[in-house]
């Protein structure tokens, strides 16, 4: 049994391995993959869309693109914060259900870029909950600190397709 | 031979491996490669080895020999130059033995670096070549099939069928763009065999289609797409046969022209499907049973039956007439049919109002010169539509960030007159920059509307019914990215028309009606909306019949006082339809909801007119371009929206005794004799609102689908195009997507169906 999760461990482990951007969402520190990152941006002037749930604040402007905005603690039902100077908003892109759609999360700081290795992730704990459980991949000891690691397509694709069937 | 039954691929790849294996001074493997060479030889080789194969593989066996003999350097060059002419050879096994002079010429060149001399002018296959030996001419393969008896050219064919798939993937470029072209060619052949049916004489419509079909099979043959190679020749064979009055032009000729359009179109389709989707998809079409067909029709030259003139006969401005007929321009595009006097006729339509691109004009009578008058030929070049995309974004982006320089506060605050002009001039430039890359997405509905003739014509042969097809206004343009959508609702209400709406001739008698029933088909642009009518002189709706049905599934009461434009309308609503039987063109009861939604989603209005014994008039209303609409923006709070001016009756500022509410909630607001009720948008949009009393307010009447309603809004904020955006995956019932105001900030566009929708509860 130890054996056979151990070893299921690792595997999972090198799949999970890579760089990750961290931020943080009140004390706790959170990682998405490098690779679904296209930018970060300070938080803006949000145009609210009603009759959307409450942690889809709305939607910005990027360049002439318009695209939808989630509060990541609204989301994970944390409390609400007012943004402040350090507020980030990091622009991902999932895919949505024909093509790739550009979304935005609002979190607290962006800290670092990290480069996390096999060894370093351990298995998600579970939660008890099922959908809290799938939005993490898995948590990451970096540096003393622990650093949750979020799939990003489940978190964001997750919510607005639930919008969306709703 | 037992070794004949070698691909020559796999022998030429095998000499290939044995040349890079071969070290100077090993002469072994030479011996080895002459063994591999020996095959290919003529006298030695497998019958369908190509004659300048085996010419190649002479040549190759001279220069090992010599180089055996000592008579040439053993030297890795040699080598690698051999190795590049077997390159050549395989390049040749895969053209089937027509090289082509350039690789001839590679191969002689090679040959000549290591000292073999080789004359090009032997190697068969070059253009022009009189080779003492049996020379495989460019056709030769085709030209046997179909000089042999049908039988064996069915069988021919099917063993054809059975090969593995053609290695024509070579080139993908090419490839694709033969795909664009073919399907161009063939939608003229279509159209230019639907009018050959009305003048089955006319030689230069016999051109039009042969010409087609030549390039077809010459591309076609090029690229190693052999199936579609075969048929557009023995098509292209018929239709010379045609041409040279060896056989007349008759009802077959045009029925096998037309299916194998058909054919040629799915398996281009279907080439288009390998290119996108891999070699896995490839699907190779029987085309024997076309191939008996063509011969027989060839071999029975004269004697065959007249044309049937099913009538369909098409026009649109401006008109290209053959028989002239009275050709005096049309009233009013009224149905008023101008009485033949020959089964075949042909009606001049000139195109309606403001018809955007050319110009309609009243020509009388006579052939037409061969320009006939509007008909614009410029140049024209092909630009990828995604280039185009992002051309017409870019442009969109260009224009919101003129706009947001120039309400900069800092800027604004420069009282310079030179500075004022110069941004007066910047925005005309950058209008004009917009209006040309929004005009670049506009395409004539022709290519829509000549799809209906096949349809049509189709249709009518298989009712039975005599149905001659009007269109007008082809030339109307219509945004590229409306052009799909818009087909399918077409094709609905066509069928619709055709189907229930013509009688047959029998019944169309009785009425008094002539036997031929006409449909128009029309296109132009109103108050800045694209319109399509599609009217026909049928039956036309029974309106008691829909009342009745609509009593029956609960849609009205028996005692709901309806206009009959009201009842007739009602046939938009699903799984209505009033006919007895179900043929498989329609009477499913999900034609006209679905044209409905298809139209909605487009922004578009459908409604019906008609007249009982009259006939139908069912008239779409479109944007003319799906990516901008005109909209009055309206503050309320401090969010902005922007409802879309098409569906705006009116604004008012309320007074308090046209205003009356019920139980103290909702509130109607009496508008020129009328209640409407009112719709608070900041409740709505959960927003807080300047003003919660109506008459401290102002209200703007909207309309959408017959609804009215008053909606309350803090101010009004102007008037603008602005680009409609879609919100990124958010689709939210009330909002239809969102735009980028002047100021950089979003707003949101209003879809008024879903505003009033949600309130009614």
């Given amino acids: 049994m130890e054996a056979a999760s151990a070893a299921q461990n690792t595997g999972q482990g090198t799949e999970l391995a890579g760089k990750y951007l961290t931020f943080s969402l009140g004390n706790e520190g959170y990682g998405v993959g490098i690779l679904s990152v296209r930018e970060i941006i300070g938080v803006m002037e949000i145009t609210a869309v009603p009759h959307t749930p409450n942690y889809i604040k709305g939607v910005i402007n990027l360049r002439g693109k318009v695209i939808p905005v989630l509060d990541l603690r609204l989301k994970f039902n944390m ?43 351990e298995p998600p704990p579970s939660l008890g909950s099922s959908s809290e459980t799938e939005n993490i991949l898995g948590m990451a000891k970096v540096k003393g600190e622990v650093k949750i690691l979020l799939d990003v397509n489940r978190v964001v694709g997750e919510g607005l397709l639930q919008h969306l069937l709703s | 031979m037992a070794v ?22 090993d002469l072994s493997i030479v011996g080895e490669l002459l063994e591999l060479i020996e095959r290919l030889l003529p006298g030695c080789a497998a019958a369908e080895t190509p004659v300048v194969i085996q010419q190649m593989a002479a040549a190759f066996k001279g220069v090992l020999e010599k180089l055996i003999m000592g008579e040439l350097a053993d030297s890795a060059e040699n080598y690698e130059l051999l190795g590049q002419c077997v390159i050549e050879m395989q390049e040749t096994a895969r053209k089937e033995g027509r090289p ?71 080139d993908t470029d090419l490839l694709a ?18 009018e050959l049916e009305q003048s089955p004489d006319d030689m230069d419509i016999i051109n039009n289609i042969f010409r087609p079909f030549h390039t077809i099979k010459g591309v076609s043959g090029f690229l190693n797409l052999k199936t579609i190679n075969r048929l557009a020749h023995a098509t292209e064979n018929l239709l010379d046969d045609v041409r040279n009055g060896k056989r007349a032009m008759d009802s077959a000729v045009i029925d096998i022209v037309l299916t194998v359009g058909d054919a040629l179109k ?64 049309l009233p009013d595009e009224t149905a008023e049919a101008v009485a033949p006097d020959k089964p075949v006729h042909v009606r001049a339509g000139q195109g309606a109002a403001s018809s955007s691109a050319s110009q309609p ?74 209006r040309t890359a929004m005009s670049m997405r506009m395409v004539p509905i022709k290519q829509t509307f000549d799809k209906m003739i096949r349809l049509v014509r189709d249709l009518s042969k298989k009712s039975g019914k005599k149905v001659d097809l009007i269109m007008e206004g082809a030339d109307t343009e219509i945004d590229r990215n409306m052009v799909e959508s818009i087909y399918d609702p077409l094709v609905h209400m066509m069928r619709n028309s055709v189907d229930h709406g013509i009688s047959p001739p029998a019944e169309r008698a009785k009425f008094g009606k002539p036997e031929t029933g006409t449909v128009f088909l029309r296109a132009y642009q109103k108050g800045g909306s694209m319109m399509i009518e599609i009217e026909d002189d049928g039956e036309g709706l029974n309106t008691q019949k829909i009342r009745k049905k609509a009593i029956e599934r609960g849609l009205i009461g028996e005692s709901d006082n309806l206009s009959d434009f009201e009842l007739n309308n009602l046939v938009f609503l699903p799984g209505f339809s009033t006919a007895d039987k179900i043929t498989d063109v329609s009477g499913r009861g999900v034609g006209m909801d679905v044209v409905k939604k298809a139209v909605e989603k487009l922004r578009g209005k459908v409604e019906v007119q008609s007249q009982s014994g009259k006939g139908s008039l069912f008239l779409i209303r479109l944007p003319l371009t799906l990516a901008i609409i005109d909209g009055i923006i309206v503050r309320v709070g401090s969010e902005r929206y922007i409802i879309p001016t098409i569906a705006i009756q009116e604004s008012v500022h309320p007074e308090p005794k046209n205003y009356s509410t019920v139980h103290g909630r909702g509130g109607n607001l009496m508008v020129r004799g009328e209640l409407v009720p009112i719709i608070r948008l900041y409740e709505k949009f959960g927003v807080s609102s300047t003003y919660t009393d109506p008459c401290e307010a102002i209200v703007v009447v909207v309309e959408n689908e017959g609804r009215r309603r008053a909606l309350m809004v803090d101010e009004l904020l102007g008037k603008e195009e602005v680009v409609i955006k879609n919100l990124g995956g958010i689709d939210v019932p009330g909002v239809a997507g969102g735009t980028i105001l002047g100021d950089g900030r979003v707003g949101l566009i209003l879809d008024l169906a879903g505003v009033i929708a949600n309130n009614t509860d």
């Fill in chain 2, 177 to 194: 763009g033969f795909i664009e072209e073919a399907f161009e060619h063939l939608e003229s052949i279509e159209v230019n065999v639907l």
């Fill in chain 1, 79 to 121: 409390e609400h914060k007012d943004y402040d100077e350090r507020t980030c908003v990091i622009v991902v892109e999932v895919q949505g259900q024909t093509s790739p759609v550009q979304v935005g999360m609002v979190v607290d700081s962006v800290s670092e870029v990290l480069n996390i290795s096999a060894g370093e992730i």
């Fill in chain 2, 4 to 25: 004949a039954d070698k691909p020559l691929s796999d022998l030429l790849d095998e000499v290939a491996l044995k040349i890079l294996m071969i070290e100077p001074g």
């Fill in chain 2, 100 to 170: 082509g002079a350039e690789i001839i010429a590679r191969f002689c060149a090679n040959m000549k670096k290591i000292g073999f001399f080789l004359a090009p002018e032997t190697l068969v296959g070059t253009a022009g070549a009189t080779a003492a030996k049996p020379v495989y001419p460019e056709d030769a393969a085709m030209i046997e099939e179909e000089g042999a008896a049908a039988q064996a050219q069915a069988t021919a064919a099917r063993e054809l069928a059975q090969e593995t798939p053609p290695d024509f993937l070579q």
């Fill in chain 2, 361 to 434: 004009q009243a020509t009388p009578a006579a052939r037409p010169a061969a320009d006939s008058g509007a008909k614009k030929f410029g140049a024209s070049i092909k630009v990828d539509v995604e280039k185009l995309d992002a051309l017409v974004n870019a442009v969109g982006e260009l224009v919101i960030m003129q706009s947001l320089v120039r309400q900069n506060k800092l800027v604004s605050r420069i009282a310079d007159a030179k500075l004022t002009k110069d941004f007066s001039q910047l925005t005309r430039i950058t209008s004009e920059l917009q």
């Fill in chain 2, 266 to 329: 799915s398996m281009v389709a279907d080439i288009k499907d390998v290119l996108q989707n891999g070699l896995a998809n490839y699907q190779d079409t029987d085309i024997s049973g076309f191939l008996v067909s063509i011969t027989r029709l060839q071999n029975e030259g004269d004697g065959a039956a007249p044309v049937e003139a099913v009538s369909v006969s098409v026009l649109d401005s401006p008109p290209e007439i053959f028989e002239s007929e009275e050709a005096e321009p």
